[in-house]
C-alpha cells in the first residue's frame, strides 16, 4: 500500500505523493522564540521529524520551510521587561531551540527563516491585498475582511458566515467564536518596536510571515502543510484566507495537525505545576532519546499522555533494541543461513513500511519491529540464527533507525579529565592482564559513553576524544 495521510483539509485519508517532480514542497509552522520551547513544542516537532525522514525513506526529496516568529506581542512585551532588543531576545531563544532540536535528533529544514527578515516581502503583499478589495485600514491598522474570502473556514469545517461584518481583533490567537477579522499589519503601541514602511510605521501580525514565506520559498501551491492542532484556527485558516487571496490558487494539497499532548493525564500548564521544557525533563536526568521516543511512539493524531513512567518505559524499549544490535554485533553465530528467519525478517520489514505508510502509525510500525526482535532473540538462544541471517536483521535495524533514531547513545559533551581517563585506562590493562574481560570491555564502554575513544596498537592503548 502507497503511503497515505489524513488530510485536515479534505477529512479524508488520501494517498501522497508531490505535485511536480519528485520533490515535496512543505511547509511547517516553527517557534515563536520568546520562551524555552516546552515539551509539546516538541511533540508537533518531533512529529515533522518523524515525516521528513519517512518522506525521504520513502524515495522522495524534500524542500522544507519552517518559520522562527521572531516578533510577536510576547517577544515585545518580555524583550521590553529585560531592557533587551528585539534582536538580542530572540537570539537567546533561537540559539536554545536549535540545541534542543539538536538534542532531539531532529533534522533542520532546507530553510529555516526568520520573519523580521521579511518585512517587506510582508508589505508587499499586504499592499496587493489593498488592491483586490481585502483590507481595510482602522486606526492605523491593516484587517484581513474575512466576508472577502467566502470559503474561510474550510479547513476547520466551521461555518462563519453568522459572524459580526466590521467586527475585529487585534491579537494573534483567538478562539473560533471570536472569529473577527484579523491584523495584518498592526499600529504601534507606545514604547513598541515597529518598522516604517509604505504601510506606515507598525508590524506585522503573526499569520501573514507564514504565507508570504510558504509562496516565496515554495511556490502558489505546497504539497503539503503541517503543525499542531491548536494552529488549525484561527492560524492556518488565516494562512490559507491570505494566500489564497493573493494568488487565486490552492495553498497547500496536504494539512497535517499533530494532536495535543497531556502531562500525566492533565493538560500541561504552569498554574497546574506540570508544564515542561525540554531542559527540564533532561535535567531530571533523562536521555534526549528517551524523550524522542516517547514522543515518536504515539502515532501523531492520537492524544499522546507524557508520563514520566512513560519515558522509563521508553529507556527500557531503547535498551531492548540496542541490546539486540549488540547481539548482531557481537554474537558469533553458526555459519549458514535459515531461510524461514529471512523470510521473516522481510515480513518484518514489509509491517514496518505498513505501518508507517499508514499516515505514519508508529505504534504498529514499532509493534511489528518488537515482535520481530523477541522471537529473534529466541532463535538467537536456541541456536536457530545462523552467520548469514545478520545482515538482513542489521538491515532492518537500519530502516528503522533512520527514522525513529535512537540506537545511537547520546555522548554528552565529555567532562572527563584527562587524568581519569589515564587512570580508567590503566585499570583497563590490568584488568586484561587478570583476564577480567568484562570489566575492561565495561571500562571501553563508560569511556565511550563519555566521548573517548580507545584504540588498541602493540605498543599500547591510545585514545582520543570524539
Ligand atoms: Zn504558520
Known amino acids: 500500500m502507497a503511503l497515505r495521510f489524513y488530510n485536515t483539509l479534505s477529512q479524508q485519508v488520501e494517498e501522497f505523493s508531490p505535485a511536480h517532480d519528485n520533490t515535496v514542497r512543505m511547509y511547517t509552522c516553527g517557534p515563536t522564540v520568546y520562551d524555552f520551547a516546552h515539551i509539546g513544542n516538541f511533540r508537533t516537532f518531533t512529529f515533522v521529524d518523524l515525516l521528513r525522514r519517512w518522506l525521504r525513506a520513502s524515495g522522495f526529496e524534500l524542500n522544507h520551510v519552517m518559520n522562527i516568529t521572531d516578533v510577536d506581542d510576547k517577544i515585545i512585551r518580555n524583550a521590553a521587561a529585560q531592557h533587551k532588543s528585539l534582536e538580542e531576545y530572540t537570539a537567546i531563544y533561537t540559539k536554545a531551540f536549535l540545541e534542543d532540536c539538536g538534542k532531539l535528533r531532529l533534522e533542520p529544514p532546507e530553510r529555516l ?74 499600529a504601534p503601541k507606545e514604547g513598541e518596536r515597529f518598522w516604517k514602511t509604505r504601510l506606515g510605521p507598525g508590524r506585522p501580525g503573526w499569520h501573514i510571515e507564514c504565507s508570504v514565506m510558504a509562496i516565496k520559498y515554495l511556490g502558489e501551491t505546497l504539497d503539503l502543510h503541517a503543525g499542531g492542532v491548536d494552529l488549525i484556527f484561527p492560524h492556518h485558516e488565516n494562512e490559507i484566507a491570505q494566500s489564497e487571496s493573493l494568488t487565486r490558487q490552492p495553498f497547500a494539497r496536504f494539512w497535517l495537525h499533530a494532536e495535543f499532548l497531556m502531562v500525566e493525564g492533565q493538560k500541561m500548564s504552569k498554574s497546574l505545576g506540570n508544564y515542561y521544557t525540554l531542559r527540564d525533563v533532561l535535567d531530571r536526568g533523562y536521555k534526549p532519546e528517551a524523550v524522542r521516543y516517547l514522543l515518536a511512539s504515539v502515532p501523531y493524531r492520537k492524544p499522546l499522555n507524557f508520563t514520566f513512567d512513560g519515558l522509563k518505559s521508553a529507556e527500557i524499549a531503547i535498551e531492548r533494541l540496542r541490546n539486540f544490535k549488540r547481539r548482531l554485533e557481537t554474537d558469533q553465530f553458526i555459519a549458514g543461513c535459515n531461510e524461514k528467519l529471512t523470510f521473516r525478517t522481510a515480513q518484518a520489514s514489509k509491517a514496518f513500511i505498513e505501518g508507517m505508510n499508514d499516515d505514519l502509525n508508529t505504534a504498529e510500525a514499532l509493534g511489528a519491529l518488537f515482535e520481530y526482535v523477541r522471537e529473534t532473540n529466541s532463535a538467537m538462544d536456541s541456536g536457530e540464527f545462523r552467520a548469514d541471517n545478520v545482515r538482513t536483521a542489521a538491515d532492518l535495524l537500519t530502516q528503522f533507525d533512520q527514522v525513529f533514531a535512537i540506537l545511537e547513545p547520546t555522548t554528552a559533551t565529555s567532562h572527563i579529565l584527562d587524568s581519569e581517563v589515564e587512570s580508567l585506562i590503566a585499570e583497563r590493562v590490568a584488568a586484561k592482564r587478570g ?32
Open 113 to 186: 527563516t526568520p520573519a523580521t527578515q521579511h518585512i517587506e516581502d510582508m508589505v508587499l503583499a499586504i499592499e496587493r491585498l489593498n488592491t483586490s478589495q481585502h483590507t481595510y485600514t482602522s486606526d492605523g491598522s491593516i484587517y484581513f475582511r474575512i466576508a472577502s474570502f467566502p470559503e474561510y473556514g474550510k479547513l476547520s469545517h466551521t461555518d462563519f458566515s453568522g459572524h459580526i461584518a466590521g467586527a475585529r481583533v487585534d491579537v494573534d490567537n483567538y478562539e473560533k467564536a471570536d472569529a473577527r477579522d484579523f491584523a495584518l499589519w498592526k
Open 435 to 466: 583476564k577480567n574481560f568484562s570489566r575492561a570491555d565495561q571500562i571501553r564502554e563508560q569511556l565511550l559513553a563519555d566521548g573517548i575513544i580507545l584504540e588498541d596498537t602493540k605498543s599500547g592503548t591510545r585514545w582520543k576524544r570524539k
